[in-house]
């Protein structure tokens, strides 16, 4: 099996969109991947291929100048199998400054348990983003990130 985490090129939005739910019924959504690849707000999209296979992608941008990671997802037939985590310690060791943040629905239980496994804290809350569902923002500083990673042999 042929692990890989690369930047996105052209040539990868389709796969996206293909995996991202939101993607499927939302036009917009076609936009701000394709201007996000193409470096639009200083962002950047990444991609996990396994054996050929885009199963996972995210979406760094910035947040008040600090990096923050706008959209992370898994294809559902690749979810639970560290994929997501593995694209976000991807991102995490090459941050550049000293917190990442990034942000999720409250009703998202499945990004909250990812987050505060890996390390994050709440970091604040928005309301009147999405109705009902306030938007939940997380933050890790760099020497957490640092402290979890294990040094080499
Ligand atoms: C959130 C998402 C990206 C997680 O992707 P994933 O590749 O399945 O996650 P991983 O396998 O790397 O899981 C890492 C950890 O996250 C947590 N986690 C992941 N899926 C979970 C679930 N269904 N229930 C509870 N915890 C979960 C666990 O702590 C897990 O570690 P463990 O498997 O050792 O217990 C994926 O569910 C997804 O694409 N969801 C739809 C899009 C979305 O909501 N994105 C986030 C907001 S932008």
Redesign the pocket.
Same mark, same amino acid.
């Given at each position: 099996m042929s692990v890989e985490i690369r930047p996105a090129t052209a040539a990868d939005l389709k796969a996206i969109l293909d995996?991202?739910?939101?993607a499927e019924v939302e036009e917009r959504r076609h936009d701000y991947v394709s201007l996000a690849m193409r470096g639009h707000h200083s962002r950047d999209v990444r991609v996990l291929i396994i054996d050929e296979e885009l199963v996972?992608y995210a979406i760094m941008g910035e947040f008040f100048g600090h990096p923050f990671?706008?959209?992370?997802?898994?294809? +559902?037939p690749? /979810?639970? /199998?560290?994929?997501?985590?593995? $694209?976000?310690a991807n991102i995490e060791v090459g941050i550049d400054g000293d917190r990442l943040f990034?942000?999720?629905?409250e009703s998202? +239980?499945?990004?909250r +348990? $990812?987050l505060?496994? /890996?390390g994050y804290r709440v970091s604040g809350m928005v309301e009147n983003l999405d109705p009902g569902d306030p938007e939940l923002f997380f933050v890790i500083f760099k020497s957490v990130i640092d402290a979890q990673v294990e040094p080499a042999p």
């Open positions: 995996i991202d739910p939101v996972g990671l706008e959209r992370i997802v898994t294809a +559902e690749h /979810r639970r /199998r560290g994929v997501a985590a593995a $694209l976000m990034v942000s999720t629905n998202n +239980e499945t990004m +348990e $990812l505060v496994k /890996r």
